[in-house]
C-alpha cells in the first residue's frame, strides 16, 4: 500500500465522517425543529388555558348574587307589594342539583287588577340583582265569586273589575364553584 492509497482511504474516511456527521446534524436539526413545534403547540394551549380561567373568573364575578330561599321569598313579597301584587300562595322551594349549578323553584299563586301590575312585577323579578328568573308562567283574566252580588237586598248587583289570576314559578341559580 502506497502513500497513494492511505491518501484515498483518509479522504474517503473524511468524507464519510463529514456525511455523517451533517446526516447526523440533519437527523438532530430535525428532532429540535420537532420538539420547538411541540413547544409551541403546548404553550399556545397554555395561554389558552390562561384566557379561559380569565373568562371563567370574569363570568362568575359578573354572574347575579344568589339568594337563600327564605330571603327569597321575603323579596318577592316586597316586589308583589311594590307592584299591588297579591301573593294567594307559595309553594315549598325545591332545589335541585345539577353538575355546574343548583336550581332552587318556588311556585307562587298570584292576583292582580291588571296585566301591567303583573308584567312589571315580572319585569322586577327578572331585572332583579340577584340570579331569580321567571321559569313558567300562566294566566288568565276571570271575575272572583263574589264579584257579582248585591251590596244590600233589592240593589242592582254591581260587577267589580275582573282580577287576574296568575301562576308563576320562580327559580334561583346558584354556580357550584
Known sequence: MGIEEIDVFKFFGKVFVVFYSFGYRDRTTKEIKAKITEFETKLSAIEVQKKSAEHLADFFKSFPEAIPSEPLINYLNN????????IISIFPAKKTSKTLYELTTLQMQLAAHA????SLFIYD???SPYAVR????SSNA???AAAVRPRAPGEIP??????IRA????GMVELIK
Open 79 to 86: 316586589l308583589a307589594n311594590q307592584n299591588r301584587i297579591e
Open 167 to 170: 301562576t308563576l314559578r320562580v
Open 115 to 118: 296585566y301591567a301590575d303583573l
Open 134 to 137: 321567571i321559569e313558567n308562567f
Open 158 to 163: 254591581v260587577r267589580e273589575e275582573p282580577q
Open 125 to 127: 323579578i327578572e331585572n
Open 142 to 144: 276571570a271575575s272572583l
